[in-house]
C-alpha cells in the first residue's frame, strides 16, 4: 500500500504543480468515447491520473523500518510459515503437522543467528566509537541501544484524582 507525503501539500509550489497535473491529465478524461463502459473505465482512469500525479509532485512515504535485522530471507520464511499454518489448519494430517514444525524451527534458528550478527555489528559500532573517543554519538547510541521495546501504558485519573492503570477500571 502507497502512501504520499500530504504534508507537502501545504507548500504553495507542490499545491499549484499537482493541481495542474490533475487538470491536465482530467482534460483528457473527456475524451472517452460514450460507447465504453463509462463506470468503471472512467473511475480507473481518474483513480490512476491521481495517483500518478501524487506520486509525481507529492513522493511516496517511505515507512520506518522497526527491525533492521530482518532481510528477505527472513520475510520469505515468514511467508512459508504462514502458508504452513494455513495448510495445516485446513487438512490437519501428521506430515503437514512436522512440516509446519520443520519450518517454525528453520525459521527461529534463522532469526537468531539475524539478530545474533545485528547486535554484534551493534556493538563493534560502539567499540569503534568508543575507541575513536567519539564520547556524544557513543552515548546517543547506547542510550538509543537501551530504550529498546517501551510498551504503551494506559493511565487515567479517576474523580479523586488516583492513578487508574487497569484497562478494565479504566
Known sequence: MRRFKLKKLSELKVGKEYQIKISNRSAALESINDRQDIKNRAWEKIKEYFQTSAKESLGVHEWKQHKPWLDKECAQLLYQRKHAKMQCLRDPNQSNVNNLNNIRRKGSKHFRN?????????????????????????????????????????????????????????
Not at 538509543?144 to 492503570?165: A, H
Request: aromatic content about 8%; hydrophobic content about 25%.
Open 114 to 170: 539475524t539478530t545474533k550478527t545485528y547486535l554484534k555489528a551493534k556493538t563493534d559500532d560502539l567499540e569503534t566509537n568508543r575507541k575513536m573517543k567519539n564520547i556524544t554519538d557513543l552515548y546517543k547510541r547506547i542510550n538509543n541501544f537501551k530504550k529498546g521495546y517501551q510498551p504503551r501504558t494506559n493511565i487515567v485519573m479517576d474523580e479523586v484524582s488516583d492513578l487508574v492503570t487497569g484497562s478494565h477500571t479504566i
